[in-house]
Structure formats: C-alpha cells, structure tokens
C-alpha cells in the first residue's frame, strides 16, 4: 500500500468517524495547549508575581554591603562592580545606596534620625510607593536636587501629618523640599527615615559618604540563591571584597519555593494526566474501532490486504488523532499565550514556543503509536474467515 | 512461476482439488463439512455448485478463496500448490488471483461505490491515475456507471450484490468466486451478469464458480456440481 493512500484512506476515515472521536481528540487537544502554556509562560508568570506581590516580592531582594564598622580601610561600591553585577543572569535591577545619621530642628524641637542616600531605582527595587506626595526620581538624582522623601512615621512626629508634600526641611542647616511621603514600609526603621538623592548627599554632607550598601533584585525566586552565591567573585573581581556580606530572607524564599514547586509539580501532574487519558482515549477507541470494524478488516483481507497493510492504517488513524490534537492543541495553546501575555505584559520568547510545539507533537507521536499499536497489531492478525462470518 | 501456471492453463485444470476435508470443531463435537470433495476446473468454464442450505458450498469456496484453511486435502492453482504460501503470499493470491462475491454482498460501509472498487486496486499496487477508468469499466459490466459515486448504505440489495460483482472483476483475476451473485437479483440482472460472466471466460484464461440455488443460472454454465452431505457429486 502506497504512503498518499494510506494518508487519504486515514484521514478518510477519521474525517467520516468524527463524532467517535471528539472526545479524545479534545483531551488530548487541551493536555497539549496546557503544557505549552506551562513550558513557555511559567517563567514570565513567575517574574510577574515577583513584580506585583509585594508578600513574596520580598525573597528576591539580596542585601549586600561592606561592614565598614568592622575595617580599618573602609570600602563602597566602585562604578564596574555595579556594572558586573547587572550583566548577572537573573539580577533584575540594583539600587545603591548610604547610610548617615542626621538631625533636624523643627520649631524649636530637635529629632535625629538615619538618612538614606538612594539612586533613583531604590523604590523599585524595594516596591516602595508613595503613602502621599511622590516619591523623587532620576531628574532629581542626575539633578543633585535638594528634595527627600520622609518615612510615614518621622513625617507625623515631626509635622504631625503625612500630608507634606512642598513643606520644608532643615537638616545639617540646609534646607530641603519635601516630596513625598513614602508607604509599603513595615520596617519600623526605615518609617523612621529621610531619604534623599545619593548624589545631592555626596555634595552636601560633611564628611566622606560611603555608597556602601546594595540592594539588588533578582527576576525570579530560582534566580536568588545562584545570584547570591555569584555576588562575592564579581565583587572580587573588581574590588576587594573585605568585610562583604550578603543577605537575603532565605527562610522566606524557601517557604515561597516549597510553594512553587508544589503548584507546578501539580500543573504538571494534570498535564501529563490530560496526556494520559488522552492516550487511553485513543487505546479505548481504536479498540473499539478494531471490534466494530470487524467485517472491514475481513473485506479489505479478501481484498488482498496485507496484515502489515491492515496494521499501517489503523496505526496511522491513530496518529492522525493524536497528531491532530497536538496541532489542535497548538493553536488552542498558542491563543492562550498571547492572552496570558497580554495580561501580564511580558511575552517569552518565540524560540521556546516552537519548543514546546516539537515536544507535544513528539508526545503526539509517542501516545499514537503507544496506544494504537495494539489494537492496530490485534486488527492486523484477524483471520479472514471470522472476520467474514462476524456479526 | 508464470510460465509455468500459463503452460498448465493450457494442458490441463487451472484448479485441481483432491480429497480435501473440512471439519469445523466448534468446541462441543466434530462437524464434518466437507467429505473428500474433488474438483477441476479447467480455464474458460463457468462451474455452478448447487445444494441444500448448510450443504458446505460457502465453506469450499472459502477454502479455494484461501480464507479458510481445509483440515486435509490439496488444492492447486495453476500448478502452484495454493495450501503452501505463507500470510504474505496468501494475501498476494488473494489480491491478484481471485475475485470474491461473498454471500452476503458486504460492501465497506460508510464508504462510496467508487472508494469499494478502488481498494483492491490499491493492494494491488495500481497507479492511481489508471484506477478511475478500471473502475468505470468494471462497474459498466454490471449496469451501474450511473452510481459511481453513490454511498454503497444507500444502495438497494441488488445494487449491492451488483457492486460486490464489479469489485470482484475489477482486478481482473484468473478465479472468480461468486457465492449466490444473483441471490437479489431479478431475472433479466441475473442473467446479464451471467452474460458478462460467460464474456470474462471466453478469453480462454479465465474461470469462474458460481453457487446458486437458481436452476435457471445453473443451466446457463458450463458445468453443474452438487453438494450433498459433504461430497460433491459432477452432473
Ligand atoms: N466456524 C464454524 N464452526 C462450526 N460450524 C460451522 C462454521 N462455519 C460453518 N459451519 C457449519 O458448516 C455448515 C456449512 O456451512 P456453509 O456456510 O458452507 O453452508 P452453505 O452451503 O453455504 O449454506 P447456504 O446455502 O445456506 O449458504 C453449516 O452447517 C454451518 O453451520
Ligand atoms: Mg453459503
């Protein structure tokens, strides 16, 4: 039997048995469009959640600084060091930031407090946002501005209000525009703060400021604990690394993955059982095609069929189901994903769609030919005589 | 091989049965069928097998059709010893050198009357362009050019029977074997396809056997046997 007729005669009769099919050929259709949502958004899935819940956000943030109470050489972050570490695979973005104690008067009462010199990517980074007002940004850092944000707390010991946006503060006797009050704080610490461009404190404050502590977001939760172990050779690749310590909440990025991985272990799992009945489907369908075609089989033998004739079309009927699922499933899976990542915005690389294509239609293949063969070889051995004489 | 099967068409029988017998077991006890039955058929004749219902006639012709095999006996075809091939050659046999009318017409269902026809031409390797006109031609034998592309559920009993005819010829097959090919048919059918039957053999090469109830067909042959009991008797 030629190859174009037994594609004809197939696909034939899958067209002509359609309505039997359905129903595995959904299955199998969904099972494909789930995993290739699996394989290519799970990743741009994950990072969305580490953008927008702050519960969770916060196991992607390493800590890093110099303990420069600990040295006699004091260190800070020199401008190719930041430059490495954001070429890392998985680094996000970085903040860079100094620490200072400052104080103010304030109609005649005095508070001190911790200021915090940042660049303009700090908020970001730490998914801070304004509580009131706005929270400065690059115009203000390139611009060596004198404005700062105040932590919710200090803002109402000082003004008694959190509404101060354009109110003026002194601290070290100059004075400086307040732009904002800042929320998304539970650190009591920094709602205790002033925080005002790095550049503006490198001007103005006396003494020498070091830009000693980094703060640096990974794009996943599997991205931190490699990050975090490649953070002291690029350091010392570019400086030396004397007193640098790197922090992260571990205890909190391990409950968070634990969490992960259950619920893709449990995708998966449902995946590959879409997959599974969608390949017993195709077993118990083509068995029942092998019983209910009995007097076929026995016809098409008097014809002068051989078994291996008898055995490549029920076998490639069986792929014609499988494999046109997988196509069915690539497109359902296809429209899901534009959909999922216009949600999101963040759409994954075309490359691993085609990926994931390849190994469903492998999958396709697998199953068909897994679940087909036996009822195929069950089809092919008939005798023609009781297939004859069948009822 | 072909040299040799022409070379006996011309000297002698193109079948040649001895002493065969069949026994069914159907698991209870022993049902002998067929009793040392002997056969030849020699190529240009057209042999009736008349007998009582249950006589055996289906079961020998399935025998010569090689879809069943006999519990003794020898059958040969054209000088080959038919009961010696193998799966393969069987369904070789089966599709270059027997046409099959079974009794019960089965057509693939679902299917259309073309698509019927065309499937022993694809067993047997014919290029699709030339099936067409095969086709046409084989079913023009039986009076149905018209219902070429009819779907073969939607066709009248005799229409079916006639079909059944067709794809039997379609291959142009040295044997054919027709099991009651006239059973629905009225008489003016019955008799053309007789009529198209006797031009088939008159090639010479060609040689057909028919059951039948019908005393009328049976007249028309060359040849009459009868099944009583198991044991084929010549007339
Ligand atoms: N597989 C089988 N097992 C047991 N007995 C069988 C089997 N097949 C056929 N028989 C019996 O063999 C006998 C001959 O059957 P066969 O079909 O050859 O009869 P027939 O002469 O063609 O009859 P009819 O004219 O009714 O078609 C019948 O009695 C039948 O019951
Ligand atoms: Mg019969």
Redesign the interface.
């Known amino acids: 039997?030629?190859l174009?007729?037994l594609m004809r005669?197939s696909l034939?009769q899958v067209m002509?048995?359609r309505r039997r099919y359905t129903g595995v050929v959904l299955a199998i259709a969904l099972g494909v469009a789930g995993f290739l949502n699996i394989v290519t958004m799970s990743r741009e899935v994950k990072k969305n959640f580490n953008e927008n819940l702050d519960l969770i956000g916060g196991v992607t943030i390493l800590r890093i600084y110099f303990d420069n109470q600990r040295s006699y050489r004091p260190q800070w972050f020199r401008e190719q060091t930041l430059a490495a570490l954001k070429r890392l695979d998985g680094v996000k973005e970085l903040s860079l930031t100094a620490v200072k104690y400052s104080q103010t008067n304030f109609q005649g009462r005095h508070f001190a407090f911790t200021t915090m010199a940042v660049d303009e990517g700090f908020w970001q980074v730490r998914n801070f946002w304004p509580l009131t007002g706005k929270l400065f940004g690059l115009d203000a850092v390139t611009g060596h501005k004198r404005e700062v944000v105040l932590g919710a707390e200090l803002a109402k010991k000082i003004f008694g209000d959190t509404h101060v946006r354009g109110k003026d503060l002194e601290i070290n006797q100059e004075i400086y525009l307040v732009s904002g009050v800042l929320g998304g704080v539970t650190d009591s610490g920094l709602a205790n703060s002033v925080f005002l461009p790095l550049t503006t404190a490198e001007d103005r404050f006396p003494g020498r400021l070091l830009a000693d502590r980094l703060y640096l977001r990974c794009a996943t939760w599997d991205d931190v604990t490699a990050v975090a172990a490649a953070i002291p050779g690029i350091v010392k690749s570019c400086q030396s690394p004397e007193e640098l310590h790197v922090e992260g909440s571990w205890e909190a990025l391990k409950r968070v993955q634990l969490l992960a991985w259950w619920i893709e272990f449990l995708i998966y799992l449902a995946t590959s059982a879409t997959f599974l009945l969608g390949g017993v489907g195709i077993w118990n369908v083509m068995m029942a095609a092998v019983t209910s075609r009995t007097?076929?089989i026995?016809?098409?033998?008097?014809?002068?069929?051989?078994?291996r004739?008898i055995l490549a079309q029920f076998l490639s009927e069986a792929l014609c189901l499988s494999v046109g699922a997988a196509l069915l499933g690539a497109g359902l899976g296809r429209i899901m994903m534009e959909f999922l990542s216009y949600i999101i915005e963040s759409r994954p690389p075309e490359n691993l769609f085609f990926f994931g294509v390849t190994l469903a239609f492998l999958f396709a293949v697998v199953i068909g030919v897994g679940a087909g063969l036996y009822p195929s070889i069950r089809a092919s051995r008939m005798?023609?005589?009781t297939a004859?004489r069948y009822e | 091989m072909n040299k040799l099967a022409s070379s006996c068409q011309v000297n002698g029988a193109l079948i040649r049965v001895t002493d065969l017998c069949k026994t069914y077991d159907n698991g209870i006890d022993l049902i002998h069928v067929l009793h040392d039955v002997n056969l030849k058929v020699y190529p240009g004749e057209i042999v009736a097998i008349m007998g009582p219902s249950g006589s055996g006639k289906s079961t020998l012709l399935f025998i010569l059709g090689i879809f069943l095999h006999p519990t003794s006996g020898s059958y040969f075809l054209g000088g080959q010893d038919v009961l010696g091939l193998d799966r393969n050659a069987q369904a070789e046999f089966r599709r270059r050198r027997v046409g099959f009318v079974f009794q019960s017409c089965d057509l693939l269902e679902n299917s259309t009357v073309y698509e019927n026809l065309e499937f022993p031409l694809i067993y047997a390797g014919v290029d699709r362009q030339d099936r067409p006109e095969r086709i046409a031609a084989a079913l023009e034998r039986v009076n149905l050019g018209h219902r070429i592309h009819h779907s073969s559920n939607r066709l009248s009993g005799g229409e079916r029977q006639r079909v059944a005819v067709a794809r039997a010829l379609v291959n142009q097959p040295q044997v054919i074997l027709a099991d009651e090919p006239t059973g629905q048919l009225d008489r003016t059918h019955g008799h053309s396809i007789l009529d198209h039957f006797a031009e088939i053999v008159s090639d010479g090469k060609t040689a057909i056997i028919v059951v039948t109830h019908d005393p009328e067909i049976a007249a028309e042959c060359t040849r009459v046997s009868l099944i009583r009991d198991g044991v084929l008797y010549e007339q």
Not at chain 1, 298 to 307: F, P, Q, S, W, Y
Request: no cysteine; aromatic share 0%; charged share 50%.
């Open positions: 039997m030629r174009n007729d005669v034939r002509r048995h007097r076929e026995g016809l098409k033998k008097a014809m002068g069929a051989e078994d004739d005798e023609v005589v004859i």
